[in-house]
């Protein structure tokens, strides 16, 4: 079974820079896996972020981006702002479906 | 705008079976994938399943967990979204979401309950 492992749990200050990463267990992620990402709020329903890697939602603020970095895929928070505090979901692509990642609780302190 | 309105959640025994629904609108229903997620009570985001269009064969694929117990269907003349439930476990309890075929829009999901 396909297992997508990010970091549980991450901080970073008000106006710092901070990156999220996303692993698969079948080896190093590529553009082929279509890495997402996406944010939850507590009580809320999963807003798409980034799709495709790099590529950002009409309504994805400047300050997030993705890439690729090291054989993983990178959610990076540029300018943190207190509204990031939340979850965050990677999704991979596999040949018969996808597998989100664990999530990564990120705190803004 | 795209909506994505979920319904037919509710508390089940093991065991038990439940449909649930998916009204889209603000998109041609037609011609999307659409996929169904499911978020149990403190936990991850997980895939259940998708549905391709009828003019890629409607086919369905399924994560491990659920397949044989749960089929993904659909109404184009509805523009409707089904997800048919059976052999219901307590691990199954969860906020189910469907979205669209890249995930970029989410329903308020719909809380499925197993319990006895």
């Known amino acids: 079974q396909t297992v997508v492992t990010q970091e549980p749990s991450l901080t970073v200050s008000p106006g710092g820079t901070v990156t999220l990463t996303c692993a698969s267990s079948t080896g190093a992620v590529t553009s082929g896996y279509y890495p997402n990402w996406f944010q939850q709020k507590p009580g809320q329903a999963p807003r798409a972020l980034i799709y495709s890697t790099s590529n950002k939602h009409s309504w994805t603020p400047a300050r997030f981006s993705g890439s690729l970095f090291g054989g993983k895929a990178a959610l990076t928070l540029s300018s943190v702002q207190p509204e990031d505090e939340a979850e965050y979901y990677c999704l991979l692509y596999y040949g018969d479906g996808v597998v989100f990642g664990g999530g990564t609780k990120l705190t803004v302190l | 705008e795209v909506q994505l309105v979920e319904s037919g959640g509710g508390l089940v025994k093991p065991g038990g079976s439940l449909r649930l629904s998916c009204a889209a609108s603000g998109f041609t229903f037609s011609n999307a994938w659409m996929n169904w997620v499911r978020q149990a009570p403190g936990k991850g985001l997980e895939w259940v399943g998708r549905i391709k269009t009828k003019t890629d064969g409607a086919t369905t694929d399924y994560a491990a967990p659920v397949k044989g117990r749960f089929t993904i269907s659909r109404d184009d003349s509805k523009n409707t979204l089904y997800l048919q439930m059976n052999s219901l476990k307590t691990e199954d309890t969860a906020v189910y979401y469907c979205?669209?075929?890249?995930?970029?829009?989410w329903g308020q999901g719909t809380l499925v309950a197993v319990s006895s």
């Open positions: 979205t669209s075929q890249y995930f970029d829009y």
